[in-house]
């Protein structure tokens, strides 16, 4: 009934920059918190960021001062712009987020996950 769709990622120079997008669409009634996790090769899926529907934001302490989480509550989107990147960024960057949708005459709380972007940082 949910789905979310990234967008932006790439193939960037180490210093550059780059901006992801995720879009929410479907039967939303509301959503609640929004993030970005990644996931290197060989290692386990990693809190990047996250923004609370009013706007509260909490940061990796490996990205803090280099990335930016934002929203759009009237797009249902969240972004993350990401500035001096390293090669240590590099992985596939997936969005989440806790959404409250209509179904069946209900409104029901439910996690939905992104397809993920590949993020890769050269050297």
């Known amino acids: 009934q949910v789905q979310l769709v990234e967008s932006g990622g790439g193939l960037v120079q180490a210093g550059g920059s780059l901006r992801l997008s995720c879009a929410a669409s479907?039967?939303?009634?509301?959503?609640?918190?929004m993030g970005w996790y990644r996931q290197a090769p060989g290692k386990q899926r990693e809190l990047v960021a996250v923004i609370s529907r009013g706007g509260t934001t909490n940061y990796a302490d490996s990205v803090k001062d280099r990335f930016t989480i934002s929203r759009d509550n009237a797009k249902n989107t969240v972004y993350l712009q990401m500035n001096s990147l390293k090669p240590e960024d590099t992985a596939v960057y997936y969005c989440?987020?806790?959404?409250?949708?209509?179904?069946?005459?209900?409104?029901?709380?439910?996690?939905?996950w992104g397809q993920g972007t590949q993020v890769t940082v050269s050297s």
């Open positions: 479907g039967s939303i009634f509301s959503i609640n918190a």
């Open positions: 989440n987020a806790d959404v409250l949708y209509a179904y069946g005459g209900r409104i029901l709380d439910s996690d939905y």
